[in-house]
């Protein structure tokens, strides 16, 4: 069955997004965005909620600005072709290779569970992440956590009164500072 993996990067206090709704302190250097773009390669489709849409549209045309780096091409070539589900309650359409969710998560995630393909079910963006975690959905945790304090924001784990055990399956440490984290759902 089809892991349900929740990662991103998240300042030492824990939070995705910053007060100010800024992520800059996140942009990656070389060596954390190779390996993000590694991880990516495992994922089999990228559930996510309308503002990360949003965001990462980004990607659909980077490819054509001159001043987009050989790393960054080699993102575009593994994202962009990603199978992708966008949750949404106000947008209508969606471009790419993406496409609006037909059901509530809980059911999208079953039946991409149940579908045979290769590739973990990746969930970016701290409230979709928030709704899977408060479901029991999510099955690894992956921080890449910045050497930074943002003081408030958005958070990377939900606020809800759940204990949940976990596993440590991996850790490394950057040259920038930056600490990842994969732990597995203790089930």
């Known amino acids: 069955m089809r892991s349900v993996t929740y990662s991103m990067a998240v300042s030492l206090d824990g939070y995705v997004i910053g007060p100010d709704g800024g992520f800059q302190w996140a942009e990656p250097d070389e060596e954390v965005f190779r390996f993000a773009t590694d991880e990516v390669r495992d994922v089999g489709v990228h559930l996510m909620g309308r503002r990360l849409y949003e965001t990462m549209l980004y990607w659909e045309t980077a490819e054509q600005d001159p001043k987009t780096s050989d790393l960054e091409r080699e993102f575009i070539a593994v994202w962009n072709p990603l199978p992708k589900v966008v ?96 732990y597995r759902v203790a089930r």
């Open 87 to 182: 949750f949404s309650n106000s947008l209508s359409a969606v471009r790419g290779n993406a496409r609006l969710a037909s059901g509530g998560l809980a059911e999208e995630i079953e039946r991409l569970r149940a579908e045979p393909g290769e590739g973990n079910i990746a969930i970016g963006g701290a409230t979709l992440a928030a709704e899977a975690a408060a479901l029991d959905l999510i099955d690894e945790y992956r921080a890449r956590v910045c050497p930074v304090l943002v003081g408030g924001g958005t958070p990377f784990f939900p606020r809800h009164e759940r204990h949940v055990d976990l596993e440590l399956v991996e850790t490394r440490t950057f040259a920038s500072k930056v600490v990842f984290l994969h």
